[in-house]
Each structure stands twice: as C-alpha cells, then as structure tokens.
C-alpha cells in the first residue's frame, strides 16, 4: 500500500507521495479504512500531486461530503504532506501558510524544474523554481 510505504522525513528529498497516480492515492485513501471512496479519488483522477490540494473546502466536490470522513481524510492528508492545519483565528489577509506548504504548492506543479526543486533550495530561495531567482 503507497501508505506503508511512506514514513520518511518529509524534509528528505523523497517525497514519493508526489509519484503516486490516482489508483496509488485510491489505495492509500483505502488504507485508511475508506474503500468507499476510492472511486471517488480515480474518478477524479486524483494523483499525487493533486493530492497536495485536498482538503475539506474541496471533498464535497470529489462526492465525499460526511463531514467526520471528510476531517479525518483532510487530517491524514496534512499528515502526509507534513503541513500543519490554518488555525481558525487565521485571518485570509494574512500571509499563506507555513513553509512546507508552500513548498509543495510548488512541488504540484509538473515539469523538470518542479521536479528538481529540494525543500533545502526552496527555502535558500535559490532555485530557477523560486520567482525571486527567475
């Protein structure tokens, strides 16, 4: 199961979640104890990298709208990318979300470049990826 596999240090290079297809992500949905929605991640075709978007604003959209399912699934994914939940006292004029987010908000996107960027260049801001270097 992809989630066996992955329980890595996040700030390695290995983020092999971001490898995962759609019936990879199903698996791991399913490893969690919710075959009832494996369809809904390969019908969307929900790869790992889309993966990186999921959260409880956009569940109800993939057809899963039980709302302790959707906290738990939201919950897991968080853990699995190593980010850390926006606090409720967050304010949306404040800056977006933590470092490793917004390391893989960079990471989603395909390409060599993407592909290549390490959390370490990331936040050393010295990565053809970074649009403060390009």
């Known amino acids: 199961m992809p989630g066996d596999r992955f329980h890595g240090d996040l700030l390695s290079d ?3 979640f971001l490898q995962w297809d759609c ?3 199903a698996n791991w949905i399913e490893s969690l104890g919710y075959p009832q929605y494996k369809a809904c991640f ?5 790869n790992g990298r889309k993966l990186i978007f999921v959260n409880c604003s956009n569940l109800p959209k993939l057809g899963i709208v ?3 399912d959707m906290q738990v699934i939201s919950a897991r994914v968080r853990e699995l990318l190593g980010i ?3 606090p409720w006292s967050h304010s949306i004029a404040d800056p977006p979300r933590d470092a490793m987010a917004l390391f893989l908000e ?3 996107r395909t390409g060599e470049r993407a592909d290549s960027l390490t ?3 990331f936040l050393a801001g ?3 990826c970074n649009p403060s270097t390009t």
């Open 23 to 25: 019936v990879s992500v």
């Open 66 to 68: 039980d709302f302790k």
């Open 119 to 121: 959390y370490q260049q």
């Open 126 to 128: 010295n990565h053809p």
């Open 84 to 86: 850390t939940e926006t």
């Open 14 to 16: 290995n983020m092999e």
């Open 42 to 46: 390969t019908v969307n075709q929900i």
């Open 106 to 108: 960079r990471k989603s």
